[in-house]
């Protein structure tokens, strides 16, 4: 029979906790345990999972005893502060956040980039940033075959990235913008619904984020080339769910359009949605929920010889967080 895992779901009342709970459910991980973990101000709380209620615990160093496997996604702080004590009782843990990313003793992975690396764990498997994932996906075939020597990539990110708060942020200032009245932002710094924010993360002595900068340096990890050079510029955007990313690669051997988008077609992990003449492209209402990341748009870039540009959306919380993670989980256990 197939061995079944005592799980615990960290920052299980958050936003990609309750995309852990669905995706477990929908892909019928094999589960014998299950403890949902969240701060003191959800405990008492309690969250459905396969058709049972499960009471949400207070997380502490002494969550972990019998657990095999923790999906963890309640930021940076509560990831460097509790993950080690998990280690310590034997789990295994896939950390949403950027606390462990760039850790040389820490494997950054996406199961269709470098699957390799989750075997080199050390207790602690990093999942990376969600702009990061659907880019590598989209970009590693590219990659094998005409080698990346450079990435101009500008992020067009969700609400949902920023957590169920900001979530309920944009649908409360669109209701309110909507009936004419002031909107007073509180979750973000200004206001979200019918704006752009061009800042995600805070700003580093370089002037850009560290949201941009966990692009450069998390695509480098997990593609395993450090000479790719990256140059992010990242937008919040009022949307829900998913994530658009407009990139232009230059590559060092020529590869045509149509070479790339034959092998869009078929990389794993993406859905190819290219066809100018009937309008069809990727857009985030069409990634929502999906597990695929839409590409399209692919065109030649004219102002160089070796130029690709491309447009890509995925759903954030699915392929660049729980789904990603749960993933990594899947290839563990095999
Ligand atoms: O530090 P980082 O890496 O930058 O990450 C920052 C935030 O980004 C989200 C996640 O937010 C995280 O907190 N996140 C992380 N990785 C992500 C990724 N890859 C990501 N988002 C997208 N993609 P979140 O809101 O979605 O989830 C937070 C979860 O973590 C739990 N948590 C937070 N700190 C914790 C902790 N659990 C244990 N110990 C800690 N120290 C958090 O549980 C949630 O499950 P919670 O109990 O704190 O709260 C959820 C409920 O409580 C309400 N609430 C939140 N803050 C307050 C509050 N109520 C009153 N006062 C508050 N100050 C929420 O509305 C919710 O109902
Ligand atoms: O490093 O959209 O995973 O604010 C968490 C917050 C990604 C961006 C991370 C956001 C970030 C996200």
Redesign the pocket.
Known sequence: MEKKHNIAVMGATGAVGASFLNILAERKFPIDNLKLLASERSEGKKLKFNGKLYPVEKLTHNSFKGVDIVLASAG?SAGLEFLPSAVKAGAVCVD???AF?MDDKVPLVVPEVNPGMIKKHNGIIA?????TIQMVVALWPIHRAARIKRIVVTTF???????QK?INELWNQSKVFLSKKKVKPVEFAYQIAFNLIPQ??VFLDNRYT??EM?MVHETRKIMGDPSINVNAT?I?VPVFFA?SESINIETEKHISASEVASLMAVAPGVKLVDDPAKQRYPMPIDAEGKDDTLVGRIRQDESIPNGISLWIAAD?IRK??ALNAIQIVEQLIK
Do not use: L, T
């Open positions: 940076a949403n956040s950027s990313r999942n990376p940033n969600c702009s990110q969700s609400v949902s990235g920023a957590g900001k995600i993360d560290k949201e966990k990242c919040r994530h954030n660049g967080a």
